[in-house]
């Protein structure tokens, strides 16, 4: 009997601090673990007693990639609470700000992230050699995603224009439509990019996932006061805590959430696209049909190409936004503290982001509920590398470890966020 083992003490690529621990007898997996080390971050203890106005902005400083799902997730869960009804035009330019998150978060992660594991080169920086259009692309893509963020949130990091209510300030008309061109070119940019990376060398690898995320009744998926599943769930939000449950495991400082009664789940881009393929503009779905990715995608690792086909729909969403709004309308509507709770979803990039929040009459926050993407794919993410690394054991441990990175990559976890990667250790017998 032999043992090998293998250590990496940081894995690339991703946001934030993890590690795998993966046990072989022969061919045969007898432990496999997938643990966030990171140490944890207490952002629900130290909203407790903070005025429910702040949570967007103390949110926001979770993650320095989709601080906007956080606000986001934040204002919808006070607004619940206050029973606030914004205009229109606020929530178009909630949406709008949105589109700026999607853009840049997809870009990083298709351009600086993902695609060097698929062209085999240790970054981006290695990979701008030899494709250096490729990387300018997206690159320019991620740079109009920022700019989105920094006219509408005041800022690309932590933005500090959304509030309980609506904006602070409302943009100038002359400022979006200054946009517009950088728009144009960045859809078809994004169009240009699923076609490329649609040419990568997949892995055979399809999961019986239930998918889900949130659900609007004519939108694909950013904003919605609903969620439905691939299994036939369809719940509002305050049903969450009835449904989905978290368990602390000792391996991971993130909390495991699942389904009660059923286990793992699956949120992200293949949950929106495979759960609202039919509300993608029909060019959009057209195009997916066309990349061979069908009207529900299984496999993971072509996640990258989903994603491409999102900030294209973020790209045209936002265009249809600056054509239509009134920037004149008040940028907030007033409101009054009261004692109560309130759920919010929404859909950051790497998936679906529940907070919850207990405030009293005052209008302080008593207690916080925050479930992030990456705590939620957790148990998925344990049950692809299970699955995966069958077939895969006679691999000398360099190539098997680069394979698993990859297909923990394809979920691009926020590590950080999930801590309310790779340390990979091998052990084979």
């Known amino acids: 009997m032999s043992e090998r083992e293998i250590a990496v003490d940081y894995l690339a690529r991703v946001e934030g601090e993890g590690a795998m621990y993966l046990s072989l007898d022969g061919d045969t ?3 496999l673990q997938f643990s966030i080390f990171e140490p944890p ?3 629900e203890a130290f909203l ?7 949570a967007p902005d103390l949110t926001s400083r979770i993650c320095g990639i989709c601080p906007v799902a956080y606000q986001m997730s934040a204002i919808n869960a006070m607004e619940d609470v206050l029973d606030i009804h914004v205009t229109n035009d606020i929530r178009d330019l909630r949406l709008l700000l949105y589109c700026g998150e999607w853009i840049e978060s997809h870009a990083l992660h298709v351009y600086m992230l993902h695609t060097p594991d698929f062209l085999g080169y240790e970054s981006s920086i290695h990979m701008a050699a030899d494709h250096p259009t490729e990387v300018k692309r997206g690159l320019r893509i991620k740079k109009i995603g920022n700019g989105l963020m920094t006219l509408l949130g005041g800022r690309e990091v932590h933005p500090i224009n959304a509030k309980v209510g609506g904006f602070y300030k409302m943009p100038a008309r002359l400022d979006l439509e200054a946009l517009v061109p950088g728009l144009q070119w960045g859809l078809e940019a994004a169009i240009d990019s699923a076609r490329w990376v649609s040419n990568f060398d997949f892995p055979d690898f399809e999961r019986d996932y239930e998918f889900v995320s949130a659900d609007h009744p004519t939108e694909y998926p950013i904003l919605g006061s609903r969620l439905v599943s691939s299994a036939g769930l369809d719940i509002a939000a305050s049903e969450w805590n009835n449904v989905f449950e978290e368990r602390h495991v000792a391996h991971s400082n993130a909390l495991h959430a699942m389904i009660r009664q059923r286990g793992a789940y699956h949120v992200g881009p293949l949950a929106r696209y495979s759960l609202h393929f039919e509300k993608l503009p029909d060019h959009l779905q057209e195009l997916a049909i066309e990349l061979g990715v069908g009207t529900e995608c299984r496999n ?4 990258i190409i989903v994603r491409c086909l999102e900030m294209a729909y973020a790209f045209e969403t936002a ?5 239509r709004i009134d920037v004149t309308t008040p940028p907030a509507v007033p409101y009054e503290a009261v004692a109560g709770v309130g759920h919010g979803l929404s859909e950051a990039p790497r998936g679906l982001l529940y907070h919850r929040y207990e405030i009293d009459a005052d209008g302080l926050i008593v207690n916080a509920q925050l479930t992030p993407p990456t705590a939620q794919n957790q148990l998925s993410i344990e ?3 299970r699955d995966f690394v069958v077939g895969r054991t006679h691999l000398p441990d360099e190539d098997l470890k680069w394979q698993l990175e990859q297909a923990i990559r394809s979920y691009d976890p926020c590590i950080s966020c999930a801590t309310h990667f790779l340390d990979l250790t091998v052990h084979r017998s």
């Open 29 to 31: 997996v007898t432990d």
């Open 300 to 303: 993971p690792f072509k996640s």
């Open 319 to 323: 265009l249809n936004i600056i054509e």
């Open 383 to 385: 049950a692809d590398l």
């Open 41 to 43: 971050r207490f952002f």
């Open 48 to 54: 407790q007693g903070r005025r429910l106005d702040e």
